[in-house]
């Protein structure tokens, strides 16, 4: 249980180069007296620069060039949330957003870098690809490269830019695409007279020679006057015909700033002050590319941004407290080592240009060190790794891998004493997702309740999904919600921390229940250890029959319409030990509800479904198996699962409720192994998961052409329904 009571709130908006180092320092201790710690980011990845022209040249993966924000922040304890800033406003202190609702703050530190300049020329946002933010470059190149199919001659790469970045692109985009391609044309294309033109003569010339060494052509004095679709066109009257346009132009301020209310220099930077504080607002600190130093204005280079990092985590340190804080004194020179060649590299300092592999080398040991620092697997262990050992009960899982498990759940249920009802349809015998009440001929209600602890940081979406998981019992017996009630849980904490934290939940709620066409008609609240929501769901089932669990044929086709994995996905990223690609995965999953399902499965004819939760899937199939009187034939390799759920059992990791699901089912069923090595996946609790669905055999394919187009790209046909009762037999895998 957590002993702090939170007074004050620290946003940090942007993962760059300061930010992480920020992070790492609250979790080696960094004191920040009841302060609690918000790290919002557009993406779950922050990519760090000086490695993206070796990641580009193939000496790299991406995976090595990026600093995984959720697992970070997760063993710092930092809250995050990635959602996308739209504007700040310093005087009511809120961070704003487009599409959910502002997050208030006492202290904002922004380290959001950079855009690529000039992309309003006519042409350039929609052929070229800017080599800022740097996902999207490495996604927009992977897209390309997949559907790239070369033509008659050499492919074309052009870069524009001809400064650090652009000059290392140019070689490592020659070394990429000579590996794929075979040979390969690249122009460099530049407005000023010479390559780096902030460096040394000594360091142009040794860079003008490996340019030359490789055949990379170089336009100088020449600006982009417009882009076509393969074509640019330059002020010297040039015309360059390309594959590929890298735009490598310098750094612009982000959009965000202008949305800021903050000062800015004429080219639109946030002005700050010696200790990284914004000059009206010493409340809000910017730091890295950002930013704009009116003492000394410094180059938009990387290296600025590690250096403020150690100083603006102890400013905002001693900001808290109350004490003076400390300056900022940029380096006056910095080492520039840039890749000039496949494991070469030549450095630039006060002048001198020595170029070589050992460099290179010296290089990728400086990267890798720097890498090492917030990588997961090198931080220090916080907590055990397999969230099995009871040696920490408070690192047990939350969502749907917190429900009580199945054997002390139907042992206690069982032994109950039951009140007669005439209107119950459905209850609590029928171990069904919902009851179903009869209240008059013609009106049918589904009701069901659930909730869970918070297992996401983003309070907000923890509502939206609390929401979506618990209509979807509803919708998993044929009906629509149509009324709901809440119960919140909140830590104790300051009050503008208690209301803002009721303030996101709520309205992750309600945004979730307007798109349900559900009405949100009253609640509780309560304070606790931990965030948590409980909602009671009423639905209707419009004088239509309701589905079961019961009704199942052997021949009928089992149907799953969500891939599994969140609970083990979800215990990954509380022992931050999860990816941002999986999180992201896990997430989208969770928030797409099955009411588009429910309809085509009733078109097809089916009359057995249930939604797969707590129990996994193994759990809940064989509730429809003993309902039904049959047993099933799965299909492992057929079974769709999210990205990182496999590797993650492979590490040893699973959800706190998997084994009680492996021991119930196996207590209580024969269950065969046909040289299945791997069944976990089946045992997997899921919170907000699919629906599965018996499907007549001749219904199949249309079913999953209709799922498809609505969009539950992941459904599959899993298994067949036998007549072999209390027998499931699990092959493939």
Known sequence: MRNTVFERELVLIGGGHAHVQVVKKIGMGLSLPGVRVTLIADRPVAWYSGMLPGCLAGLYTPDEIGVELRPLARWAGVRFVQATVSGID?????????????????????????????????????????????????????????????????????????????????????????????????????????????????????????????????????????????????????????????????????????????????????????????????????????????????????????????????????????????????????????LTGNREATASWRGLAPHGPLLWRLKDRIDRKWMRKFDPNHLPVMFPVNPESPADPAMRCAGCGAKVGSTVLTGVLDALPRTPNARVVVGLDAADDAAVLRYAPDVWIAQTVDGFRAFIDDLYLFGRIAFVHAVSDVYAMGGRPDTALVMITLPYAARHLMTEDLRQIMNGLADEAV??????????????????????????????????????????????????????????????????????AAIASMTQHNGAAVEIFRHAGAVAVTDVTGFGLAGHLVEMLDASGTGAALNLARIPFLPGAYECIDRGIRSTLAPSNREHLEKRWHVVLDGTPNDEILYDPQTSGGLLAGVPAMRVEETLSALWRAGYENAAEIGEVTGDQRGLTVRGG
């Open 90 to 338: 310093p005087y009511l202190r809120q961070v704003v957003f487009d599409d959910r609702p502002s997050i208030g703050y006492d202290v904002l530190s922004l380290n959001i870098g950079s855009q690529t300049r000039g992309m309003d020329l006519p042409g350039v946002r929609a052929f070229a690809i800017p080599t800022r933010p740097l996902g999207t470059l490495l996604e927009k190149l992977s897209i390309f490269e997949s559907d790239f199919v070369p033509g008659d001659g050499p492919p074309q790469v052009v870069v524009t830019g001809a400064g650090a970045a652009g000059v290392e692109l140019a070689i490592a985009m020659r070394l990429r695409w000579q590996k794929r391609f075979g040979p390969v044309s690249v122009l460099l294309a530049d407005a000023h007279p010479d390559v780096l033109m902030s460096h040394a003569l000594n360091v142009r010339r040794m860079v003008r020679q490996r340019l030359d060494k490789y055949g990379i052509r170089h336009v100088a004095d020449a600006r982009v006057e417009r882009v076509e679709s393969d074509t640019l066109y330059l002020s010297d009257g040039s015309i360059h015909r390309f594959d590929v346009l890298l735009w490598a132009t310098g750094g612009a301020p982000p959009a965000l700033i202008a949305r800021s209310g903050l000062d800015t220099d004429d080219a639109g930077f946030v002005r700050v002050g010696q200790t990284l504080q914004t000059l009206r607002f010493p409340d809000v600190f910017a730091v890295g590319d950002c930013a704009h130093f009116d003492d000394r204005p410094l180059p938009k280079a990387g290296v600025y941004a590690v250096r403020q990092g150690p100083v603006l985590a102890e400013n905002l340190s001693r900001f808290f407290h109350g004490t003076t804080l400390k300056p900022y004194r940029p380096q006056r020179a910095f080492l520039s080592l840039l």
């Open 515 to 584: 798109r349900h066409h559900t009405a949100i008609v009253g609640g509780h609240t309560a304070e606790g250890a931990e965030p948590a929501i409980g909602i009671v769901v009423n639905g209707l089932l419009d004088n239509r029959l309701p589905f079961t669990k019961t009704g199942l044929v052997p021949g009928d086709r089992l149907v799953l319409t969500k891939p599994l994995g969140t609970g083990v996905v979800l215990a990954a990223d509380m022992h931050a030990r999860s990816r941002g690609n999986w999180m992201d």
